[in-house]
């Protein structure tokens, strides 16, 4: 028999009441996991500092976080704890298999082989801090919820994922999927929330209405082509306004000395400056020496210069992986066809681009004009 699971205000829906000694069965891996999500939610709220102003008169929550750097849960996130009240949770981990998997890959912007393993789970994971959820990497009802459309767009008929909810209304699914490419995430046709968060970060840096939506200013910003979405459902082919590459700007090769120079400097998140230098921060100061302006993020400088074939990399340009997480998340400065440098955790250091380790991350590169 199971252990019952029932309701609670105020949480995600799960609780475990244990049934009597020889007759309950705690082996199922779903309610644990959920009661693991709610029991992490209950130690970070424990944790968090009360501020009271002088006179013990209590601070507003807002007031007292500004004060101390302190997250608030800000009215998105309110909605969403209570939506996650009333969702159905998809009960997806390590191991599970299935059409519903190939939705949350999709959604995240990784390969959707339809399987749960490490490179989902990390994806979740990201997914989970980035919403605000405790990241286990485990789909209980407050990541279900955060997913928003998932859940629904997962019970249609799978043999069409592209005409779910998400895909951006009037545009061909090839026009999505340039955009995604350009945006250096999954390109899946389909706009979840990974390429919401992607479009977002590409419209803040460069001047243009934040709203998540694939507009006429954002696709041409992005250097993408629109087609209309077929009436009958065929994709139409989209292209890209750049032909092919174009010429480095002058100075680059300054920046690339200048990034040199900087081997050996350790890691430090945030870095841009000597002494400590996180992957775009790197690109940043060193484009700046040679007074060339970049964005300051690897996703916003994905969004820089014009698309480079591998195959015609050269010295200056950038190039972008995968290895902090879905999409290009990780930057550097191409030193030759073959090389890069860049700021990894074990310090600014050069290394491949194409093969080994590098290679298999690889997102593509982009040269600053």
Not at 45 to 60: D, L
Not at 253 to 266: E, F, I, K, N
Not at 325 to 339: E, L, N, Q, R
């Amino acid at each position: 028999m199971l252990p019952t699971a029932t309701a609670v205000a105020g949480e995600d829906g799960w609780a475990i009441f244990a049934q009597p000694p020889g007759v309950r069965d705690l082996g199922l891996r779903d309610y644990w996991n959920a009661s693991l999500e709610r029991s992490l939610r209950r130690r970070a709220a424990r944790r968090r500092p009360k501020v009271v102003a002088k006179g013990h008169a209590r601070v507003s929550l807002a007031l007292a976080a500004a004060a101390i750097g302190t997250p608030v849960a800000t009215g998105a996130v309110a909605a969403q704890q209570a939506a996650a009240s009333t969702t159905t949770s998809l009960g997806l981990g390590m191991g599970s298999r299935g059409a519903t998997v190939r939705a949350l890959q999709r959604a995240l912007g990784i390969a959707a082989d339809g399987i749960f393993g490490a490179q989902t789970q990390s994806a979740v994971r990201a997914f989970q801090r980035a919403h605000g959820i405790p990241a286990t990497g485990y789909v209980g009802s407050l990541t279900t919820a955060a997913l928003g459309t998932l859940s629904s767009s997962a019970s249609t008929t799978q043999a069409s994922p592209r005409a779910s909810a998400d895909a951006a209304p009037g545009l061909s699914i090839a026009t999505i999927e340039a955009a995604q490419r350009a945006l250096g995430v999954g390109a899946d046709g389909i706009v979840g929330p990974v390429t919401r968060h992607a479009i977002r970060s590409f419209q803040s840096a460069h001047g243009l209405t934040v709203d998540g939506v694939l507009g006429t200013a954002t696709l041409a910003a992005l250097g993408v082509s629109a087609t209309p979405a077929d009436p009958a459902g065929a994709d139409t082919q989209a292209s890209t306004t750049t032909t092919a590459a174009p010429a480095a700007a002058s100075g680059v090769q300054a920046a690339v000395s200048a990034a040199m120079s900087r081997v050996g400097d350790p890691y430090r998140a945030g870095g841009t400056s000597p002494g400590g230098f996180d992957c775009s921060g790197l690109v940043y100061w060193a484009m700046h020496q040679a007074g060339i302006s970049v964005p300051r993020t690897s996703f916003s400088q994905y969004g820089a210069g014009a698309p480079v074939p591998s195959s015609q990399i050269q010295a200056g340009d950038l190039v972008f992986f995968d290895t902090a997480g879905p999409g290009a998340s990780d930057v550097g400065i191409a030193t030759g066809p073959t090389t890069a440098v860049s700021a990894t955790t074990h310090g600014v250091m050069t290394h491949s681009i194409l093969s080994g380790y590098w290679g298999s991350h690889y997102v593509g590169a982009r040269r600053i004009t």
